[in-house]
C-alpha cells in the first residue's frame, strides 16, 4: 500500500507540473524561421541606394531599395536551399553595379562548402550583377571584390593574390572576359585599397611572421615596400588627398600567454608620406593588458582617416571598446565615446565630421544608434525605446540613414529614418511574412544573478504565458565566446535563430534562461578577458551553475527538470554542465561543443607541455566518469570550427561508460549550418529531445 500510495502521489505530482505546460500555442518552428534574415547593409558612394542579403529559408539574394522611395526590391534569383552562401557585396563607385561572392571559402582539404552533396560539387566565385536589369556576370573562382574607380573591372582575391576581369564583356571579344593576374609577388594579398584618383593600390602583403604595406602602380606597372620593419603592418587607409597613407603597426614581441596573463601585442598608428616613403608614428599604445590591441572584429571601425585632418580609431585603452581621435600630426588622443558601454559598428557623414555608431550606452541589453562628431564633445542619442538599432549606412546626402532593426516580437529587417531617428520605415514592406507569430512571442525580462565568485552575470528569462505550477527548465548558453545576448531577436544570423528556439520552448511550456557568461562582448574588456576563462581553468562555468540554482529557486520551475542547451562555446558549457554536475542538469542538447581544449589542432598553445595538461582539465571530457544525464550530439561533419572529432571523442568515452545519449549527424554541413533544411532538423531534433526527457 506503501508502495502503491507513493506512485500515486508520484504520478499526480507529475500531472500537476505537466497540465499548463503541454498546450502550447500552436506556435511552430518553421513559422519562427519564416522571416528572411538580413545582413551586409551597404550603400552607394552618393548614398542613394542600399543594398543588402536576404537569407530567406535557405535561398538567399540580394535585395536593393533606391531614392527618393527607397523601396526595396530583389535584385537576383536564387531559388534553392543549396547552402551556397551568399557575401561581400560591395556598390561601384558609380552605383551601377554590385560585386558579391556566392559559395563559401575551401577547409584545410581544399574542400568548399557542398551540403546539399551536389555532384557536381561546389566553389567560392566572384560575381557582379547590373543594378538596373539584374543580369548577371561570373567575374571568377576567388574573394573579396572591389571595383577599379571607374567600375569598369572587378579585382578580388585568388588563391592569395590579386586578380582582374571586366565588368561587362564585349561579344565580340570574349577572351578579354578572362581573368588576370595583376602582378607576382611572395606571401599573402589582403586588405586592397585603391588611391582616390585609381592610380595607386596599396594593399597588406603578409609573410607569416611579419607583413607590409605595400603600393601596386599600374601605370608604371611597379611594386613597392612601405615603411618596411620585422612587425606586421595592417589596415592601409588612404588620406583625401591620396598622398599619404596611415596604417596600424602590431608590434612583434616575445611575450608568451600564461593560465592567468594575456599575451600582450603593442601597437601604434603610423602615417606614411607615398612619394618619399618617411613615416612617423602619430600614436602609440601603452604597455598594459587593456592598452594591448583588441582581439575585438570591429572591421573597418579600426581605423578610419576623418574630416578636420583627424585619425579615428578603436581601442580599449580604459577598458571598454570605444572610437578615439588623435590629429594626423600626432599628439594626445581624443575618447569620443566616453562612458562604461561599448561601441560595435560605425557609418561615416559624406564630409566624414561625424558617424553614427551602434551602442549599448544607456541600455546594455539592447542596440541603440548615436551621432558622434570628430571634434569631440557629447554623443548624441538618435534611436532608442525596445528597440536594437544595428549595422547603419549614412544616406540621401546625410538627411537620412538605414540600418538593421528587431524587438522582442519584430524580428530583425531593413529599415530607414530620417538622420535623427525619425520617421522611421521598412525597406521591404512585405516582410515579416503572413503567418510570422509575432503576437504570439513573449518579451524576455532582464535578470542579474550573482556567480559564486561575486562575478554579476546578466541573463534574459523567458516565461510562458499563462503558466501556473512548475514547468521544466532550460539554461541557454551563446556561442563565441564573444557574444552577447540581447532582450530581443538578435542581430547575428545563428543567434537570430537561437532566439527562436528560445521562443518555441517557452511556446512548449518550458522556462527558459538565457545566460552572459563571463567572456562575452557588453560588458567591458575584463569581463570578456576574465582571468582562468576557457582552456585556463573554465571560470565561465560558474556562471552556468549559478544559473542552474537560481531556476531552483523559482516558484515556478521544477528543480528536478532543469536542462542546457548550447552551440559552439555554449555546446561546450553544456557538456561541462552534463560531466561536472548532473546532479543539476537532468539533460541537454550539445550542439557541436568543445569537448576538449588540449585536443585542438593548428597553431593552438594548448596543444603541448602545462598548457595542454590544463586545458584538459577544464574540459568537459576530463569529467566524464561523472557523466550521468542523457544528451543529444548535434554535428556536422564539415565542421571548420570546432572538429568533428570533438565530439567522436566525448561520444566514445560515453558510450565506453554506458551513458546514454543520442546524435544527429548532418554530412556535408559546416559549423554555422548553411541549409535552412538543416536548422529545422537540428531544432526539431533538439526540441523533441528536451520534450521527451524533461517533460515527458
Keep these: 500500500m506503501k508502495r502503491l500510495l507513493a506512485v500515486t502521489l508520484c504520478l499526480a505530482s507529475a500531472l500537476l507540473w505537466i497540465a499548463p505546460n503541454v498546450s502550447g500555442n500552436g506556435m511552430t518552428l518553421e513559422q519562427l524561421l519564416s522571416s528572411p534574415f538580413p545582413s551586409e547593409l551597404i550603400a552607394t558612394k552618393n548614398g542613394d541606394k542600399v543594398a543588402w542579403i536576404f537569407y530567406n529559408q535557405g535561398k538567399r539574394n540580394l535585395w536593393i531599395a533606391e531614392a527618393p522611395l527607397f523601396a526595396g526590391r530583389r535584385l537576383t534569383a536564387y531559388t534553392k536551399d543549396d547552402g551556397q552562401e551568399l557575401g561581400d557585396p560591395v556598390f561601384s563607385d558609380d552605383g551601377n553595379w554590385i560585386a558579391f561572392v556566392r559559395g563559401g571559402p575551401p577547409n584545410s582539404d581544399h574542400e568548399n562548402p557542398n551540403p546539399s552533396t551536389n555532384p557536381e560539387g561546389a566553389k567560392e566565385e566572384v560575381w557582379c550583377v547590373s543594378v538596373s536589369t539584374g543580369a548577371l556576370r561570373r567575374i571568377g573562382e576567388g574573394s573579396a571584390p572591389l571595383f577599379s574607380p571607374k567600375g569598369d573591372r572587378v579585382i578580388y582575391v585568388n588563391d592569395g593574390h590579386l586578380w582582374s576581369a571586366p565588368t561587362v564583356v564585349s561579344p565580340v571579344d570574349r577572351a578579354a572576359a578572362k581573368p588576370q593576374k595583376m602582378f607576382e609577388i611572395r606571401g599573402q594579398v589582403s586588405s586592397p585599397r585603391w588611391s582616390p584618383d585609381g592610380s595607386l593600390l596599396a594593399f597588406v602583403s603578409s609573410r607569416r611572421d611579419h607583413s607590409f604595406i605595400t603600393i601596386y602602380d599600374k601605370r608604371a606597372v611597379t611594386l613597392r615596400y612601405l615603411d618596411a620593419s620585422i612587425d606586421r603592418d595592417i589596415a592601409p587607409r588612404w588620406s583625401p588627398d591620396g598622398k599619404r597613407l596611415a596604417f596600424i603597426r602590431l608590434y612583434n614581441v616575445t611575450d608568451t600567454l600564461s593560465p592567468d596573463h594575456e599575451r600582450l601585442l603593442p601597437w601604434a598608428i603610423r602615417v606614411v608620406d607615398v612619394a618619399s616613403g618617411k613615416a612617423k608614428d602619430v600614436w602609440r599604445s601603452g604597455k598594459t593588458e587593456t592598452d594591448s590591441f583588441s582581439q575585438l572584429p570591429v572591421g573597418e571601425n579600426l581605423l578610419q582617416w576623418a574630416g578636420g585632418e583627424r585619425l579615428v580609431f ?218 582562468h576563462r576557457g582552456p585556463r581553468g573554465a571560470s565561465e562555468y560558474q556562471d552556468i551553475v549559478a544559473a542552474g540554482r537560481y531556476l531552483r529557486t523559482r516558484s515556478d520551475v521544477d528543480g528536478h527538470r532543469i536542462g542546457l542547451w548550447g552551440g559552439s562555446y555554449g555546446g561546450f558549457l553544456t557538456a561541462m554542465g552534463l560531466a561536472r554536475n548532473s546532479d543539476i542538469f537532468a539533460a541537454g542538447v550539445d550542439i557541436h561543443g568543445v569537448h576538449d581544449w588540449s585536443a585542438r589542432v593548428g597553431p593552438s598553445p594548448w596543444a603541448t607541455g602545462d598548457l595542454a595538461k590544463l586545458g584538459k582539465e577544464s574540459s568537459p571530457i576530463s569529467s566524464a566518469d561523472k557523466w550521468r544525464s542523457p544528451v543529444l550530439f548535434i554535428h556536422g561533419d564539415d565542421d571548420r570550427n570546432v572538429q568533428f572529432s570533438q565530439t567522436v571523442e566525448l561520444a566514445r568515452k560515453l558510450r565506453d561508460r554506458g551513458v546514454e545519449f543520442e546524435e544527429l549527424v548532418l554530412p556535408d554541413e559546416i559549423h554555422d549550418f548553411l541549409r535552412h533544411e538543416s536548422w529545422l532538423r537540428v531544432y526539431h531534433a533538439a526540441a523533441d529531445f528536451l520534450e521527451r526527457r524533461l517533460r515527458e
Aim: with cysteine; hydrophobic share 35%.
Design 314 to 531: 578603436a581601442s580599449e585603452k580604459d577598458g571598454w571598446a570605444h572610437m578615439y581621435s588623435v590629429s594626423t600630426e600626432g599628439g594626445t588622443e581624443t575618447l569620443l565615446t566616453p562612458g562604461d558601454y561599448e561601441i560595435e559598428n560605425v557609418a561615416w557623414s559624406p564630409d566624414r565630421t561625424y558617424f553614427v555608431a551602434a551602442s549599448n550606452a544607456s541600455d546594455i541589453d539592447h542596440r541603440h544608434l548615436w551621432k558622434v562628431s570628430v571634434a569631440g564633445g557629447k554623443p548624441s542619442q538618435l534611436t532608442r525605446g525596445d528597440g536594437i538599432e544595428m549595422y547603419p549606412v549614412v544616406v540621401d546626402g546625410g538627411r537620412r540613414m538605414a540600418f538593421l532593426r528587431s524587438t522582442a516580437r519584430d524580428p530583425l529587417l531593413p529599415e530607414i529614418a530620417s538622420i535623427d531617428g525619425s520617421n522611421m520605415k521598412p525597406l521591404a514592406k512585405e516582410f515579416p511574412p503572413a503567418g510570422f507569430p509575432s503576437d504570439q512571442l513573449v518579451e524576455p525580462e532582464s535578470v542579474v544573478i550573482d556567480s559564486a565568485d561575486g562575478v554579476k552575470v546578466h541573463c534574459q528569462l523567458f516565461k510562458p504565458k499563462n503558466g501556473s505550477g512548475k514547468a521544466p527548465a532550460m539554461v541557454f548558453m551563446h556561442g563565441g565566446p564573444i557574444r552577447q545576448m540581447l532582450l530581443g531577436w538578435h542581430y547575428g544570423f545563428y543567434y537570430h535563430n537561437a532566439y527562436a528556439l528560445n521562443q518555441y520552448l517557452v511556446s512548449r511550456g518550458f522556462v527558459v534562461l538565457s545566460v552572459n557568461y563571463r567572456c562575452g562582448i557588453g560588458y567591458g574588456r575584463a569581463f570578456r578577458e576574465a582571468k
